[in-house]
Nanobody
């Protein structure tokens, strides 16, 4: 059974930083692309960032470019999201997701974690 487990969420003040991690287990993830997708209160799911297996392709949503950085450690089956200069509008549940083909469309991801809450507030 494939499992994705996120960690690192919490409460942070505007302008602050937070780092999320997502550990994959229970399957072979060789070649899989990994993404971070978020859903804010009263909002639809929104693609945030993704990393292809090789890490050579790392698309970002325009709303987070220059502030968030996605990275991965394939030896550990783990993907990370470093979030800097956080804004109130970044408040959301952040999900880790995996798919065999890199995409910016959330509906194309096959495996999902349970999500971790990120709250940006003073």
């Amino acid at each position: 059974q494939v499992q994705l487990v996120e960690s690192g969420g919490g409460l942070v003040q505007p302008g602050g930083s937070l780092a999320l991690s997502c550990a994959a287990s229970g399957g072979k993830f060789s070649g899989y692309s990994m993404a971070w997708i978020r859903q804010g209160p009263g909002r639809e799911r929104e693609f945030v960032a993704a990393s292809a297996w090789s890490s050579r392709l790392t698309p970002y949503a325009d709303s987070v470019k220059g502030r968030f950085t996605v990275s991965r450690d394939n030896a550990k089956n783990t993907v990370y999201l470093q979030m800097n200069s956080l804004k109130a509008e970044d408040t959301a549940v952040y999900y880790c997701a995996a798919t065999q083909r890199l995409s910016e469309h959330a509906e194309l991801y096959d495996y999902w974690g349970q999500g971790t809450q990120v709250t940006v507030s003073s």
